[in-house]
């Protein structure tokens, strides 16, 4: 025992007469955990005493939210400190090797068949969002959820997410002639976003969700620690607070177990959990398709991915094997093999060999390791047992840094135990193992990701790589419309290039259709039937949110906007609308401008609107002789 330790524990026995029955229940707990040190420094009883009870009382909360206790914490931490200390590689003896379960959707008639499967499966779909963090990298003050998705509606991406949630279950009531029928959403929050997410939820009537259908839950932190022993650490500031850090994304498996969450869901007949980032815009765009390929090829995990270059600085997802006799059995703590896994841009060369290339999926520059978007659905029964079997406990890692010449014996700063939501498959048995895959999307139907500043994303887009900016979601956002609507005839204008405070983007017409017009591909192009006779020019700007508005020809020159009800169906026919329209104005100074606009580089102008709506459930057509009956003024 070291002289801090024996001191530690001369001032906890001291001090124990100023400490409740609970409070010496944590206390003799971290004594049981040799983490007497933590108390050397205590003063006499009568001194600092509330402060005693305050550190107490946050082991106690640390122990109460951590799966398996800081007992099985430690336990975790030495085991893998041990590992990092003698460099050990977890991938030793792993090959590399694309996944066989995989579907690539290439084409309007991937998307049909794929869509329709999953349209189908919409009543037993739930959601998880991971919403831990601030927008601080953004150059944004607030939750990045709050962030509008695109400044011509200002939707922003919590409402946007809710929406289309809103809409798949629409959808799924109607199928089944059945409104009780709720999908629900759960919330993963950290200490930096969990007031405000529950706030902005508050201020908006959850966008239209029953007050029970979302479920917030928080994460907590861990233990910081100080050597290969696991010995925690206090606050440089405060030495009676113990340090913590943030455990990971991968939390959010845990707290569906710990909370009984998704033990709930599958006692209501939810099959699948989908999860899903904060600041994708387009992920919903391909959730129907990618629900549909968990269910044609039986998958216990799928993971949506998109295509990447070899050697993008993006995680791939691999297949994992290694060589094992036929009597080998598959211990508790053993990977299951196959494994497939996102693997880490730093990681991947380490497994494939210095220097090898990787192989391309013939006829493009593209590695036959697809790129992860960290959107993940999960067969929500078989997710259960695995969690109820490891108690909750998921897959962590350790990185500590050490001070050079010591050997790996000590560190530079307090490190701490690691996990990461990706990693789940680490859990499961062989078996299963083999039913894991993915469905690999063109990145323009699937992910934009906006987590960078503007001058942190020129300087990414100058080394080749996406700056994943403001400005370059905005432009996403746009994109899959013009696209789809394009594909289905309609004569939408081309994009154009722009620049924005040194962003270069490609944006042309400016169309925002809600999910309530479509939720499929499919969906949305059957709500313009007029094909070549709808013209949308670049520049224009078009905005629809209703479930039943047509379009059989439209020629548009500046700005609209149609709002329709539940239940109002609209035929918008022989419509000429001409106007001013909207402009997006570069920002040359940031002072007096909202962040939304700061993080994006422009602002939007909006010169002239026509704005059409139709507020009661009844049909409508909307045509040059009607027009004026129902524009808003």
Known sequence: MSSTAAEGIKAYEANKSVLSEEHRKYGDLLISLDQAHLFAHWPAPGEKDAEKQKFLEQVKVVETELVGGLKGYCERAKKLLAAARDAANPYEGYSVEPPKEFVRLESSADFDKYESLGAAEFRNVSFVMVAGGLGERLGYKGIKI?????ISTDTSFIELFIRFILAFQARAR?????NTITLPLGIMTSDDTDKLTREILEQHNNFGMAPDQI?????GKVPSMVDNDAHFCLEESNSFVLDTKPHGHGDVHSLLYQHKIIEKWVQQGKKHVVFFQDTNGLVFRAIPAAIGVSVSRNLVINTVAAPRVAGDAVGAICTLTKQQSPEHKQGDDDWPNPLTINVEYNQLEGLLGKGVKEELVPGTNYAVLPGNT????????????VLEKKKGIISEFVNPKYKPGTNNSQFK???RLECMMQEFPKLLDNEAGRRVGFCQFEKWTCYSAVKNALLDGVDKQKSGNSPDTGATGEADMYFWPGRILKEGGVAVGDVVPHSYRGIRVEIGSKIVLYPSVGVTQS????????????????????IVDGKDIVFHSLDLQGALIIRAVSGARVKVNNLTIKNKGWEFVEISDDTGIEQKYTVRGFTCQRHETAEFVFNEPKEYELSDSTKEQFLKH
Do not use: M, R
């Open 146 to 150: 709050s962030l509008p998705s695109e």
């Open 215 to 219: 479920v917030i839950f928080k994460q």
């Open 523 to 542: 969906e949305v192009k059957s709500k313009f039937v007029g094909g070549a006779n709808v013209k949308i020019p670049t520049d224009c700007t078009l």
């Open 374 to 385: 960290n959107v993940l659905i999960f067969n929500a029964p078989h997710y259960l047992s």
């Open 413 to 415: 700063k307090p490190t």
């Open 174 to 178: 109607a199928a089944a002639n059945d």
